[in-house]
C-alpha cells in the first residue's frame, strides 16, 4: 500500500471512529450532569443544560444559574469539596447604545444594564461583575429594576430588546450569590423591537400583581399583567405612525388608581388611567417642542410628579395634585398657571395638572431625566426633591429647588472636556444619592462620588468597562501581568489587576487605552512585555510602544516594582503620546485606574513604526517567542495576495514572503520553540514553515507540510489553531464543528519529503457540536501531563477538553472532556479568541509556584472580553 493511499485510508478511518466518540463522549457528560444535578438537587428534571443557549419552554419559568464564579461542567459532585473547575475572573463589557433606558440602578446596589445579549449585574461598591443574565435573542434595549412600594430591596428586574419580547427576571434574594436560581418569565407579543419598558406593583406585597408598560417601534404602547407565574397582555395602546420613546408607570395621588405616562416623536405627553380594566387616553400635555426622550413619575407626600425631556434641550416638572369641589366653585382672580382638569368616573375624583417648572441647562439633545430614587425613614417613604438629567452636550446636571424660594436651579454640572465623545444616553442615581453614573454615546460609564467634605464636589471613581462592538483578538503580555484586546470598535484596550495597599483583593480594570483608531481593529501581537503591533481594516501593520509615563502608572495600580518592569534602557521610551485637552499639560500620574475621559486622552502609547506591504485589509499577526520576527496576512481571494509576509523587529524590514494559500489565511502561530510558523485559511487547508538556516538579513523560512485537496480533513474554512508547549502537536479547529491535533514535528526529521510524510492526525476528530472559532492550548499541563485545550465555539459556548496520545494509533479515549462553561460563563455570540496565561498562577497573586492555577482569557462578538481562573487539579 502506497504512503498515499495509506494516508486516505487512516483519515477514512478517522470519520468513522468520529461518531463513536461523540457519542461516548455525550453519553459521559450526561451521566456526569444527571449525577450532579440530582444529588444536589440545583435543577429539575427535563430542563435542558448541555445544549446551546436553549431552555425548555413548556414550563412558564426558566432557570438558569447565574452567578460569576459558579461551578460548571464537572464540579463539587464526584471530588467532595475540591473548588469549582472554572470560575469567572473578571468580565470587561460595557453598555449597548441604545439611548435612555439601558442602565438601572437598584436599592440593593446593582446597577443592571444591558450588554449585546445579556442583561449584566454590577456593584460599583465592591467593583465587580456579579452576573450576566442570557435570555434574550436580541440587542438589550431598556433595563428597569421593579421598585417596591415598601421601599424594600428590589426582588424582579424586567428587560426588553431587539428581539422583540420582554424578560422578567426573579430571585428570592436569599443566601449566596453563587448559589443562586434566577427564574425568567418571557412576554411576547411585540411586532417591533422594544425600546422602553417600567413595571409597578399593585400593592405591597410583590407577590401579588405586578403591571408593565412597554413601548416599541411597533406604534404601540402594551400593558401586561403578571400574577403569579402567569403574564398575559391585558391592553394594547395605538399610536399610528408615531414612536413612544419612554412610558413610565405610577398611581393617582390618594388611590390605587394606575397613572401611565408617555411621551414620543409627536412633542406631547399622552397620559393614560386605568378604568374600567382597560387604559383609556385621558389628557394630552403640549409644550415641547421636539421629540421627548424620557418621562418619569415621582410621588411626594399627597402630590404627583412627572419629569420629561426633549431634544429641545428642555426639561419639564408636571404636578398632578387631588382639586377639591370647593376649591374649583369658588372664584379666584388671582394670576396662576392654567390648569388641566379631569376626572375619574370609578371614584368620581377630580385631578388638575399643572406646568410646576422648565429647566433651561443643557445645550443640546436632553436624553433622559430620573428622580432621586425614594427612601423609608420613620417608617414612611420619604421622596428626595431632585432630578438627574443627561445630555447630548457632554454634561449630566444634578437639579434641585432652592430652599427659600421653591424655584428649581442647577446644583451640580459634571461631565467630559474635550475627547472624540458625542455626550451621555443616560444617567442614575445611587440608591442613597451619594454617586452618579452616566450612559456615555460610545456604551462607557462615568461614575462620580460626592465628596463626604463638600456635597457639591463630585469626584470621578472607577467603574467597568470594555469594547462598545465586537471583540477580534486577546493576548497576554509575556509575563502575564496584563491582556490587551483590539475590537470593531477601533480601540485597543489594556486591562490589568489593580492591587490596593493593605487590601488582599484584586481586581481587573481597563488602565490605558493604547490606540484609538479610524478603522476597525483585528488583531494584534505583543513584541515582548511593552511593545505590540496591531492590524485594523488597512493595509498598514503599526507598532506602538509603552511611553515611561505608562510603566510607572502601571507599576503604581498593579504594585509591581519598577525594577522588575525595566527590560529596556528607560532613557529610549518616549515619555508619553495623548491628546491634549485645550492645549493642558498631561502628563497623568494614576495611583488607580483612570475614569473614561483620561483612558481617551492621556493613556496613548506613541506609535513607532508603520509596515507597509500588504494590498488588502490586514486579517492576522504573530510574533515569535523571541520576539525577533512577526508574521502578517491579509484579505485575499486570490493566491497572490494570501502571502504570508515576515518583518524583523530589529530593521522593521519585510524579510520574506510565503506564498502557498490561494484565499485569506485566518491565524498565524509560531511553535513555542521557533522553529515552525503555522498558517490556517479560508481554502480549507494548514501549512506548516519550518526555519532554515539565516541569511544576512534574518531567519529563512520553507514549507515543509500542508494539506490539499486530497488529504485535507476539514471541509470548511478553518478558523483557529494553536500549538503544544513542546512544539511537537499543533490543533486546528474549522467551521465543520472538527477539532484535530496533528503531529509529530520532530526536528530531527531533515528532508522535505519526510517531514511532508510524517505530520497525520495524531488524535481522533473531535466533533464539537458547533463551528468552532477558537482554539488554545494550556502552556501548562495537567498533574498527570495532559495537554489541556479550550475550544471556543460561533455559539458563545467555550468547553475544556484534556488530550494525550496513548498510542501509535488515534484512540477515543485519548479526549476527554473536562468541563462546558454554563450560559452566564460563556460568551452570547461567536468567540472569536481564547488565549491561555503563559504561566501557572493568576495575575496579581503571588501564586506562581506549583499553582494549581491558569489563566484564561477570551474575547468574543458579544463585545466581552473575559478572564477566567481554571483549576487545574479539578480538571
Known amino acids: 500500500m502506497n504512503t498515499q493511499t495509506q494516508k486516505s485510508f487512516k483519515l477514512s478511518q478517522l470519520h468513522s471512529n468520529q461518531r463513536a466518540f461523540n457519542e461516548k463522549c455525550n453519553k459521559?457528560?450526561?451521566?456526569?450532569?444527571?449525577?450532579?444535578?440530582?444529588?444536589?438537587?440545583?435543577?429539575?428534571?427535563?430542563?435542558?443544560?448541555?445544549?446551546?443557549?436553549?431552555?425548555?419552554?413548556?414550563?412558564?419559568?426558566?432557570?438558569?444559574?447565574?452567578?460569576?464564579?459558579?461551578?460548571?461542567?464537572?464540579?463539587?459532585?464526584r471530588r467532595g469539596k475540591m473548588a469549582a473547575p472554572v470560575s469567572v475572573c473578571h468580565v470587561a463589557c460595557c453598555a449597548n447604545r441604545a439611548g435612555g433606558g439601558a442602565v438601572s440602578w437598584g436599592r440593593r446596589g446593582?446597577?443592571?444594564?444591558?450588554?449585546?445579549?445579556?442583561?449584566?449585574?454590577?456593584?460599583?461598591?465592591?467593583?465587580?461583575?456579579?452576573?450576566?443574565?442570557?435570555?434574550?435573542?436580541?440587542?438589550?434595549?431598556?433595563v428597569r429594576w421593579v421598585r417596591r412600594r415598601d421601599g424594600a430591596t428590589e426582588t424582579e428586574l424586567v428587560s426588553g430588546g431587539s428581539d422583540k419580547q420582554l424578560i422578567l427576571w426573579e430571585w428570592s434574594g436569599k443566601g449566596v450569590w453563587n448559589d443562586q436560581l434566577v427564574k425568567s418569565i418571557t412576554l411576547e407579543g411585540h411586532t417591533e423591537a422594544v425600546c422602553a419598558v417600567d413595571a409597578v406593583y399593585q400593592s405591597d406585597e410583590?407577590?401579588?400583581?405586578?403591571?408593565?408598560?412597554?413601548?416599541?417601534?411597533?406604534?404601540?404602547?402594551?400593558?401586561?399583567?403578571?400574577?403569579?407565574?402567569?403574564?398575559?397582555?391585558?391592553?394594547?395602546?395605538?399610536?399610528?405612525?408615531?414612536?413612544?420613546?419612554?412610558?413610565?408607570?405610577?398611581?393617582?395621588?390618594?388611590?390605587?388608581?394606575?397613572?401611565?405616562?408617555?411621551?414620543?416623536?409627536?412633542?406631547?405627553?399622552?397620559?393614560?388611567?386605568?378604568?374600567?380594566?382597560?387604559?383609556?387616553?385621558?389628557l394630552i400635555l403640549p409644550g415641547h417642542e421636539d421629540w421627548i426622550r424620557g418621562v418619569e413619575w415621582a410621588v411626594c407626600d399627597e402630590d404627583l410628579f412627572l419629569a420629561s425631556c426633549a431634544q429641545d434641550c428642555l426639561i419639564r416638572i408636571w404636578k398632578v395634585c387631588m382639586k377639591s369641589k370647593e376649591s374649583s366653585e369658588t372664584e379666584d382672580y388671582s394670576i396662576r398657571l392654567k390648569e388641566n382638569?379631569?376626572?375619574?368616573?370609578?371614584?368620581?375624583?377630580?385631578?388638575?395638572?399643572?406646568?410646576?417648572?422648565?429647566?433651561?441647562?443643557?445645550?443640546?439633545?436632553?436624553?433622559?431625566?430620573?428622580?432621586?430614587?425614594s427612601f423609608s425613614k420613620g417608617g414612611s417613604i420619604q421622596q428626595p426633591m431632585r432630578i438627574l438629567s443627561a445630555s447630548m452636550d457632554k454634561t449630566v446636571i444634578l437639579w434641585e429647588p432652592d430652599k427659600e424660594s421653591g424655584v428649581w436651579l442647577e446644583q451640580v454640572r459634571v461631565g467630559e472636556v474635550g475627547g472624540n465623545t458625542l455626550g451621555f444616553f443616560d444617567c442614575q442615581f445611587s440608591p442613597d444619592g451619594s454617586m452618579i453614573i452616566a450612559h456615555a454615546f460610545h456604551g462607557a460609564f462615568h461614575l462620580w462620588k460626592q465628596s463626604s467634605v463638600n456635597k457639591k464636589e463630585w469626584t470621578p471613581d472607577v467603574v467597568i468597562s470594555g469594547h462598545f462592538n465586537s471583540v477580534e483578538d486577546v493576548k497576554w503580555d509575556p509575563e502575564g501581568e496584563f491582556i490587551i484586546s483590539v475590537g470593531l470598535d477601533q480601540t485597543t484596550r489594556l486591562f490589568a489587576p489593580w492591587k490596593r495597599k493593605h487590601e488582599t483583593e484584586v481586581t481587573w480594570h481597563e488602565i490605558a487605552r493604547p490606540q484609538v483608531h479610524g478603522y476597525d481593529m483585528r488583531c494584534l501581537a505583543m513584541i515582548g512585555r511593552f511593545q505590540f503591533v496591531s492590524g485594523a481594516d488597512e493595509k498598514v501593520l503599526r507598532v506602538f510602544r509603552a511611553p515611561k509615563n505608562f510603566i510607572e502608572n502601571f507599576s503604581n495600580i498593579t504594585g509591581i516594582p519598577m525594577e522588575k518592569l525595566h527590560s529596556q534602557q528607560s532613557s529610549e521610551l518616549p515619555e508619553g503620546a495623548t491628546v491634549p485637552a485645550l492645549g493642558l499639560?498631561?502628563?497623568?500620574?494614576?495611583?488607580?485606574?483612570?475614569?473614561?475621559?483620561?483612558?481617551?486622552?492621556?493613556?496613548?502609547?506613541?506609535?513607532?513604526?508603520?509596515l507597509y506591504g500588504h494590498g488588502y485589509e490586514i486579517f492576522c499577526v504573530a510574533c515569535n517567542n523571541s520576539n525577533t520576527l512577526i508574521a502578517s496576512a491579509c484579505k485575499a481571494s486570490k493566491k497572490e495576495h494570501a502571502a504570508i509576509i515576515l518583518w524583523s523587529t530589529t530593521s522593521w524590514k519585510k524579510l520574506q514572503s510565503l506564498s502557498f494559500h490561494n484565499?485569506?489565511?485566518?491565524?498565524?502561530?509560531?511553535?513555542?520553540?521557533?522553529?515552525?510558523?503555522?498558517?490556517?485559511?479560508?481554502d480549507r487547508n494548514w501549512s506548516l514553515w519550518r526555519k532554515q538556516d539565516s541569511s544576512e538579513s534574518g531567519p529563512v523560512f520553507s514549507c515543509c507540510a500542508y494539506t490539499d485537496k486530497n488529504t485535507a480533513v476539514h471541509s470548511r474554512i478553518i478558523w483557529s489553531c494553536g500549538w503544544t508547549p513542546d512544539s511537537k502537536y499543533f490543533v486546528t479547529g474549522s467551521r465543520d464543528k472538527k477539532v484535530i491535533i496533528w503531529g509529530q514535528c520532530d526536528l530531527s526529521m531533515s528532508a522535505e519529503g519526510n517531514m511532508l510524510d510524517s505530520i497525520k492526525p495524531c488524535s481522533t476528530v473531535l466533533d464539537a457540536m458547533d463551528s468552532v472559532t477558537a482554539v488554545s492550548i494550556s502552556h501548562v499541563l495537567t498533574p498527570d501531563g495532559r495537554y489541556i485545550v479550550?475550544?471556543?465555539?460561533?455559539?458563545?459556548?467555550?468547553?475544556?477538553?484534556?488530550?494525550?496520545?496513548?498510542?501509535?494509533?488515534?484512540?477515543?479515549?485519548?479526549?476527554?472532556?473536562?468541563?462546558?462553561?454554563?450560559?452566564?460563563?460563556?460568551?452570547?455570540?461567536?468567540?472569536?479568541?481564547?488565549?491561555?496565561?503563559?504561566?501557572?498562577?493568576?495575575?496579581?497573586?503571588?501564586?506562581?509556584?506549583?499553582?494549581?492555577?491558569l489563566q484564561l482569557a477570551s474575547c468574543g462578538a458579544d463585545h466581552c472580553v473575559k478572564i477566567f481562573n481554571v483549576n487545574r487539579f479539578a480538571l
Open 663 to 682: 484565499l485569506t489565511v485566518t491565524q498565524l502561530a509560531f511553535s513555542p520553540n521557533d522553529q515552525f510558523l503555522l498558517a490556517v485559511s479560508r
Open 206 to 282: 410583590p407577590d401579588l400583581d405586578l403591571l408593565i408598560a412597554s413601548a416599541a417601534s411597533d406604534s404601540t404602547v402594551r400593558i401586561w399583567s403578571r400574577h403569579g407565574s402567569e403574564a398575559k397582555c391585558i391592553d394594547i395602546l395605538q399610536f399610528g405612525n408615531g414612536f413612544i420613546m419612554d412610558v413610565s408607570l405610577s398611581f393617582l395621588p390618594g388611590s390605587n388608581v394606575p397613572i401611565l405616562a408617555c411621551g414620543g416623536d409627536d412633542c406631547k405627553i399622552h397620559l393614560f388611567i386605568q378604568q374600567s380594566s382597560q387604559f383609556q387616553k385621558t
Open 585 to 610: 499639560s498631561n502628563k497623568a500620574v494614576f495611583e488607580e485606574p483612570p475614569p473614561e475621559d483620561h483612558l481617551l486622552q492621556n493613556t496613548l502609547w506613541p506609535e513607532i513604526q508603520k
Open 341 to 373: 382638569v379631569f376626572t375619574v368616573k370609578d371614584t368620581d375624583t377630580t385631578y388638575a395638572v399643572t406646568l410646576e417648572s422648565v429647566l433651561a441647562g443643557h445645550e443640546n439633545w436632553v436624553y433622559a431625566v430620573h428622580w432621586q430614587p
Open 790 to 853: 479550550a475550544v471556543g465555539l460561533e455559539n458563545g459556548k467555550i468547553i475544556l477538553y484534556m488530550w494525550k496520545q496513548s498510542g501509535q494509533e488515534p484512540a477515543l479515549a485519548d479526549w476527554t472532556k473536562c468541563v462546558e462553561m454554563d450560559n452566564s460563563q460563556s460568551h452570547a455570540l461567536a468567540v472569536k479568541r481564547l488565549c491561555w496565561r503563559h504561566h501557572e498562577g493568576r495575575a496579581g497573586h503571588n501564586d506562581q509556584k506549583n499553582s494549581e492555577w
Open 110 to 142: 446593582l446597577l443592571a444594564f444591558g450588554s449585546c445579549r445579556d442583561v449584566v449585574l454590577y456593584q460599583p461598591a465592591a467593583r465587580r461583575t456579579v452576573a450576566a443574565l442570557p435570555g434574550h435573542t436580541g440587542r438589550v434595549n431598556c
Open 28 to 77: 459521559d457528560y450526561k451521566k456526569e450532569q444527571q449525577f450532579l444535578f440530582s444529588s444536589g438537587g440545583r435543577l429539575r428534571g427535563g430542563e435542558e443544560q448541555s445544549g446551546g443557549r436553549h431552555h425548555n419552554m413548556a414550563a412558564p419559568w426558566r432557570r438558569g444559574v447565574i452567578a460569576m464564579g459558579t461551578a460548571c461542567g464537572r464540579a463539587r459532585g
